[in-house]
């Protein structure tokens, strides 16, 4: 079955790094567009960041411009999302998004909270 499972979560401190993983399988990876969303307590899920499917394509909110990077591993059915210079706003659950022409899945969720 579909499966997308979100890694690499964790508590930082202002200004550190971390960088998340998720690991999909049960579908042809190449052929879908990847998103990273994520969604702070209290608040609607917002979109990050997204991928093409050959990775030729990235675009990112305003918010996270210049500090975050997708990038994806279509040989081990993988996307990333490199965060950098993070700050408290950057507290939320981080989801993963597989969507193609027809179907659209989500990933389970990861945590990520920045705090000193």
């Known amino acids: 079955q579909v499966q997308l499972v979100e890694s690499g979560g964790g508590l930082v401190q202002p200004g550190g790094s971390l960088r998340l993983s998720c690991a999909a399988s049960?579908?042809?990876?190449?052929?879908?567009?990847m998103s990273w969303y994520r969604q702070a307590p209290g608040k609607e899920r917002e979109w990050v960041a997204d991928i093409t499917g050959r990775g030729g394509t990235t675009n990112y909110a305003d918010s996270v411009k210049g500090r975050f990077t997708i990038s994806r591993d279509n040989a081990k059915n993988t996307v990333y999302l490199q965060m950098n210079s993070l700050k408290p706003e950057d507290t939320a659950v981080y989801y993963c998004?597989?969507?193609?022409?027809?179907?659209?899945?989500w990933g389970q969720g990861t945590q990520v909270t920045v705090s000193s």
């Open positions: 998004r597989a969507w193609g022409t027809i179907n659209n899945y």
């Open positions: 049960g579908f042809i990876f190449s052929n879908y567009a």
